[in-house]
């Protein structure tokens, strides 16, 4: 049995929402925001095709959008959380007047700062992100609040014409950590490889 994507009060759980996202990926490329959403793709399962920011807070969308502009052909998926999102809330005006029609942002919003104790984030209070990235004119955008939204959800990561951000309202609450590499330069060189990009394999320096 097919273990249900929320809990007993109806709000969806984030790592089994992230699984069931990737499970539908094909060979799309990934980049994650720093923290719980690094550790749930991680846990959906590892590859080449990932990139896992472990700082550098507010600039997994952009990110997305310069690899998704490099790679035209490719469809990008940007996953992030509400914390990260809203220090690069900038970056979706810059997102919208690009229009890469193949970036796709999920934002899992938990209203709250999971890496440093479950304080309150800016979305507990009055912050819509989703309502954000329509007045910065993203293409589709995209409320995820039950499990019935989620095939929406999917399908408009995937297929919508981008830019596309979607919110996924999600439980609070910690899963255990699955952490992938924490060595930068050899992350850069595995999705490099992975992209075509790199010729020739990160050898770390010795001293």
Known sequence: MTPPLSNAGGELLRRRLVGRVLAERADALVITGLGAPTYDVAAAGETARNFHFWGAM??????????????????????????????????????????????????????????????????????????????AGISTVRDCRTEADLADTIGALYTAPGPVLCVAQVARGEDQKVLPSWDGPHQVSVFQTAIGTRSFPYKPITL
Not at 68 to 75: D, I, K, Q, S, V
Not at 76 to 93: H, K, R
Request: charged content about 15%; overall charge negative; proline content about 5%.
């Open 58 to 135: 507010g600039l997994a969308a952009v990110t997305g959008l310069g690899l998704a502009l490099a790679r035209p052909g490719e469809r990008v998926l940007v996953i992030t959380g509400d914390g990260e999102m809203m220090m690069g809330a900038g970056s979706l005006a810059t997102i919208a007047n690009a229009g890469a029609p193949n970036l796709a942002i999920l934002v899992l919003d938990n209203r709250s700062f999971g890496e440093t104790g479950e304080q309150p984030s800016l979305t507990a209070g009055p912050a819509d992100i989703a309502a954000m990235a329509r007045g």
